[in-house]
């Protein structure tokens, strides 16, 4: 804010324009193709999709929550969300910490790994568990004769999930920590706090926001993964679809409005995820700096 | 703030430990259900007789069941169904994909089309074409799906059931025309798939992709799929047009005797598809645009718009499925080849 006030202020003194800026053509014409791009590529289409779900009305809008296969869609993506978002929270924070407090041999290869769902497209991640988990697969044989269904079941999507959503809270929380460093930790340790009191009571609440952060970017990933859960799910209706994928059947089956329809309630999860987000980094951008830089 | 936290924790705690019990109950739940995995432009035509063969079911046993449906590509649901997917029983687009799942998992025995009668197929189907109104491109034969400029729609035949009856009919119409003559074939079945600018992974894929999306000359369908599309989108919009020639499509259907026998589903899953053979199911059939086995069960309606076609089939033409199989869609098959070629021009 006050950069902008001053270099008003300077140019209205002089006539001139530093070298170091560009004139004011350039940057509008910058301004406007960043907001036209937006326009076109993301809030359009975010647009169409509200229009497409009550283009024939209020009322079948709301049916398409009516129907049983929609209602097990979005059980099943909360019920997944519960599983995978806690085991993520707990990983993430173990994996976190030790990367962040402590050194130890191969700890760059740690981070490498953690990257690694970022990188790996998520319909191999789905492959690789019915390489692994499948009738043809590495354990498949042994599962199978036990009676335990991994894949084309909840359990799998449950792993796919948590798979391509494992680095969204190690993520937010690695930059924090190792900003925060152990000087406070072992303050604690020092003055006679056990290890479990010393994580409840210094790191928990240092890292608290980061870790809401982490978790709700975790979270609108684990409802809308789509190409990892689409491979293992083996799309049994009522029964092993998410809402994405009821999303692309109904589609496919030229229910244009249940399928937008859907699309609003995941549309709708996005935005109140963005809102919180947004909310968090203007409320704590301090407690969230290590992980805010990076953004 | 720290008993808030630990009472917080708590919480988390016994939320993952409610959402475990969900998952367990939801898993033991899913070994007394009964699943058909069907092909891809069936959804319609199960969603309408599952509710009458539980109705059927119910007045004959008293017992209630629930049918559970998954369609994608035919292939693609066979592999699944060889992964490991709890199917009762499969109602695929063609027989080649469940000698597949014979094959590779033992799952069903390997004579498994003699069980039912014709062929195990309830109910048939062939491939037309489907243009826009009016019929712009003037489409009227295979031959004019090789004509340079033409965009045909065809889903992938590595994948979908529907694909590979595709590309039979359209070899079927090479040999004719060209006498028997194999390479001559090959170059006109390449000269359409060099038609082709999309390639979805099953039917229902590409008719998407032609009358939702409005891409291509002339979509390669299902009669039955194409029937649905004129009905969804309106008469209006599309015809359809019937080759002279095309090919028998008998899509075959089958107990998965081993994952049926394991969930105690034997008798239910035979019941399911002679159910299928049964007047109200054939009625419900042709309602739905497949040729019913038993045509004098169907509306005299539903039977008139089947178009009288010269029809080759699989087993006369091409010495049956696992010969068609091999030597067309194998790894390094003949649809290899002109796709093959076709990268390298």
Redesign the interface.
């Known amino acids: 804010m006050s950069e902008i006030a001053i270099t008003s202020a300077y140019e209205r003194r002089a006539k001139y324009r530093p070298v170091t800026e560009d004139s004011p053509l350039a940057r509008y014409a910058l301004i406007a193709t960043a907001v036209l791009f937006l326009a076109v590529f993301l809030l359009a289409p975010l647009a169409i999709v509200f229009v497409e779900a009550f283009s024939k009305g209020i009322e079948p809008f709301l049916a398409a929550f009516d129907d049983p296969d929609a209602l097990a869609a979005i059980r099943l993506t909360l019920l997944v969300a519960a599983l995978a978002v806690p085991a993520n929270l707990v990983f993430g924070l173990a994996a976190s910490w030790s990367v962040a407090k402590f050194s130890f041999p191969g700890k760059s290869v740690l981070v490498t790994l953690i990257d690694l769902p970022f990188s790996v497209s998520p319909v191999v991640v789905g492959l690789v568990y019915v390489l692994v988990f499948g009738g043809q697969g590495l354990f498949g044989p042994w599962l199978a004769a036990h009676g335990v269904q991994i894949i084309f079941a909840v359990p799998g999507i449950v792993l796919a999930t948590i798979f391509v959503t494992f680095p969204f809270v190690a993520r937010e929380l690695i930059p924090l920590m190792q900003e925060q460093g152990k000087v406070e930790e072992e303050a604690a340790l020092t003055l006679g706090a056990s290890g479990f009191k010393t994580f409840l009571t210094v790191t928990l609440p240092n890292i608290k926001w980061g870790l809401l952060y982490g978790v709700l970017l975790c979270n609108a990933r684990a409802m809308g993964e789509f190409g990892a859960v689409s491979v293992i799910s083996g799309h049994i209706r009522g029964l092993t679809n998410t809402i994405p994928l009821q999303v692309e059947i109904l589609y496919n089956e030229y229910n244009n409005v249940a399928a937008f329809a859907l699309a609003v309630l995941l549309a709708g999860l996005a935005l109140v995820t963005l809102g919180l987000k947004t909310f968090l980094e203007w409320r704590h951008a301090d407690a969230l700096s290590g992980s805010v830089r990076r953004h | 703030?720290?008993e808030n936290?630990?009472k917080r924790?708590g919480l988390?705690i016994l939320?993952?430990l409610v959402?475990?019990m969900?998952?367990a109950s939801?898993?033991s739940q899913?070994?007394q259900?009964f699943?058909n995995v069907s092909y891809d432009p069936t959804?319609?035509l199960y969603k309408a007789i599952n509710p009458a063969f539980v109705a059927d079911w119910k007045a004959k046993t008293g017992e209630t069941v629930e049918i559970?449906?998954?369609?994608?590509g035919s292939g693609a649901q066979a592999r699944?169904v060889?992964?490991?997917?709890?199917a009762d029983v499969v109602t695929l687009a063609l027989a080649a994909d469940i000698d597949a799942i014979a094959s590779?998992?033992g799952k069903i025995p390997v004579d498994w089309q003699k069980r039912r009668p014709n062929n195990s197929s309830p109910y048939t189907s062939t491939i037309v074409f489907l243009v826009r109104k009016g019929n712009p491109r003037a489409m009227k034969d295979w031959d004019d799906l090789s004509r340079p400029g033409v965009a045909v729609i065809t889903p992938n035949p590595k994948t979908s059931g529907g694909a590979r009856w595709n590309y039979l009919a359209a070899w079927g119409y090479g040999l004719k025309k060209f006498g028997g003559d194999e390479a001559k074939t090959k170059d006109f079945v390449r000269a359409i798939y060099k038609n082709a600018p999309v390639m979805d992974t099953g039917a229902?894929?590409s008719t998407?992709t032609f009358a939702?999306r409005g891409i291509g000359d002339v979509l390669l369908a299902w009669e039955n799929e194409a029937f649905l599309a004129l009905k969804?989108?309106g008469a209006d919009k599309f015809e359809i047009v019937t080759p002279p020639q095309s090919i028998l499509a008998e899509p075959p259907v089958a107990v998965v005797d081993a994952n049926a026998d394991?969930k105690g589903n034997r008798q239910l899953a035979e019941a399911y598809l002679d159910f299928l053979y049964s007047p109200p199911a054939q009625a419900i059939i042709a309602r739905n645009f497949y040729r019913p086995v038993h045509p004098e069960y169907a509306s005299k309606d539903d039977i008139k718009k089947f178009a009288k076609i010269d029809f080759i089939t699989v087993d006369k033409t091409f010495g049956g499925w696992t010969a068609a199989q091999k030597k067309h869609f194998a790894d390094g098959g003949i649809f290899d080849e002109i796709q093959k070629q076709e990268l390298t021009r």
């Open positions: 703030m720290s936290l630990q924790l988390g939320g993952g959402a475990l969900m998952l939801a898993h899913a070994g259900t699943l959804r319609e559970q449906a998954s369609h994608g699944a060889i992964e490991g997917l709890n590779k998992s229902r894929g998407i939702q969804e989108f394991a």
